[in-house]
């Protein structure tokens, strides 16, 4: 199966700044790649499919890029709501698999 | 409002069975294929198991299969897990997740709240 890594495992970012987050497919998963959003005590949220689309109601702050191996998820400028654990998930190969999450943390 | 609510959750002990519930609302339960996914304590996602919007397909991760039964009940709104000969590793929150698609694309774009399944004696 696909192996997912996601860094850093820890994000200590400002309200107002850029968030970067990364995320490695082991092998190619062309542009099956989505992710979601977590806060503690909650479900898991869509925020990004096809690497960069963003899904319904998702603010245009998050964005998604890359293509192949390499993904990374862009928070443009934090919100207090942003702080939360973050998933990549391939799904161009059965069975689907999900990154370790990175949580970002207020600084 | 357009929701997914699981229930069945609890204590079980090892060797033992539990079944899941997942009522969905909000949307044409039928025309999605419908998953479980788990959160072991402090761990990330695993997906556990996926059926075809008209139940007539169905994937196990290996981890689950020969145990766990995945079903639905388009008549109820209803999804279902059904939990055998379950094990400590299977300890955690289970998640129902709404696929975009009647047969499985494979990301998941509604989840419901979770429910806990603890195996321990």
């Known amino acids: 199966e696909i192996v997912m890594t996601q860094s850093p495992a820890t994000l200590s970012v400002s309200p107002g700044e850029r968030a970067t987050l990364s995320c490695r497919a082991s092998?190619?998963?062309?542009?099956?790649l989505a992710w979601y959003q977590q806060k503690p005590g909650q479900a898991p949220r869509l925020l990004i499919y096809?690497?960069?689309t963003r899904a319904t109601g998702i603010p245009a702050r998050f964005s998604g890029s890359g293509s192949g191996t390499e993904f990374t998820l862009t928070i443009s400028s934090l919100q207090s709501e942003d702080f939360a654990v973050y998933y990549c998930q391939q799904y161009n190969n059965w069975p689907v698999t999900f990154g370790g999450g990175t949580k970002v943390e207020i600084k | 409002e357009v929701q997914l609510l699981e229930s069945g959750g609890g204590l079980v002990q090892p060797g033992g069975s539990l079944r899941l519930s997942c009522a969905a609302s909000?949307?044409?339960?039928?025309?999605?294929?419908m998953s479980w996914v788990r959160q072991a304590p402090g761990k990330g996602l695993e997906w556990v198991s996926a059926?075809?919007?008209?139940?007539?397909?169905?994937y196990y991760a290996d981890s689950v299969k020969g145990r766990f039964t995945i079903s639905r009940d388009n008549s109820k709104n209803t999804l279902y897990l059904q939990m055998n000969s379950l094990r400590a590793e299977d300890t955690a929150v289970y998640y129902c997740?709404?696929?975009?698609?009647?047969?499985?694309?494979?990301?998941?774009?509604?989840w419901g709240r979770g429910t806990l399944v603890t195996v321990s004696s």
């Open positions: 059926i075809s919007g008209s139940g007539g397909s169905t």
């Open positions: 092998q190619s998963v062309s542009s099956n």
């Open positions: 909000g949307f044409t339960f039928s025309s999605y294929a």
């Open positions: 096809g690497a960069s």
């Open positions: 997740a709404k696929d975009p698609g009647m047969t499985p694309y494979w990301y998941f774009d509604l």
